[in-house]
């Protein structure tokens, strides 16, 4: 009987434990969206008990999530206010991107090397999806199946540490790799590029597939004055 009893208040425990997760990163994956979609934005406070508030829950998992949002940098808790909006410097942006660039050319050029035939055949109808929704003018939604997209491509180059650190530079970029979407004309040119990358790999041609995604996520030119242009005027000073 003590034994038993023992066995169920372990068990309680272990489920509060996991619904505590549970909430917290749920939590966590709901601000990070509000942060992705511009509503909450760089610099601006994240007040444990608004936040609680808004969302019906205590501040533990509140607190929880903003942790874990400034693991992945997202969030900056080490001034005075507390927890805010991570802000960037155009320089130091500018710099992130073209490592995420040198990090997707990476994963390309494995793809082209290590890729199955069922993983690309699963690239091919991800882009035939982005076609569709370019057609409706869907921006979220092509925003979301493009990561679709790429996560397939770093999936396809049979590598750990790089998929790992390429998602977690991604993940960072996030808010910022959005407003690049929505620039106009640019899902337009990610078909194609994505198009460009995908026969590459088909080909097996490893050289012109890293090219191909490096290009893809750099940002150069009038591409790059334009998404300087769409960042908020405190990141541009």
Sequence with gaps: MIIRKIKD??????????????????LLQEIEELIIDGKLEPGERLDETVLANKFGVSRTPV?????????????????????????????????MFEVMAVFEGMCAQLAARRANQDEISEMYKTHQMLENIFENGDHK????INLKFHDQLYSAAHT???AGQTLRLRRRLSPYRM??????????STLAEHLEILEAVNL??????????????????????????????TLRK
């Design 9 to 26: 208040f372990i068990m309680n425990v272990q489920q509060s434990v996991v619904k505590k997760s549970t909430r917290s990163e749920l």
């Design 160 to 162: 750990q540490f790089l």
């Design 63 to 95: 607190r929880e999530a903003i942790r874990g949002l400034t693991a992945i940098g997202l969030v900056d808790n080490s001034g005075r206010q507390g927890a805010e909006v991570s802000q960037v410097s155009v320089s130091m942006l500018i710099e």
């Design 204 to 233: 097996g041609n490893s050289e012109l597939a890293m090219n191909a995604a490096r290009s893809h996520v750099r940002l150069i030119g009038s591409e790059l004055e334009d998404f300087i242009a769409s960042l908020p005027n």
């Design 141 to 144: 939604e092509f925003y979301n």
């Design 179 to 188: 407003k690049v979407t929505y620039q106009p004309g640019r899902m337009k």
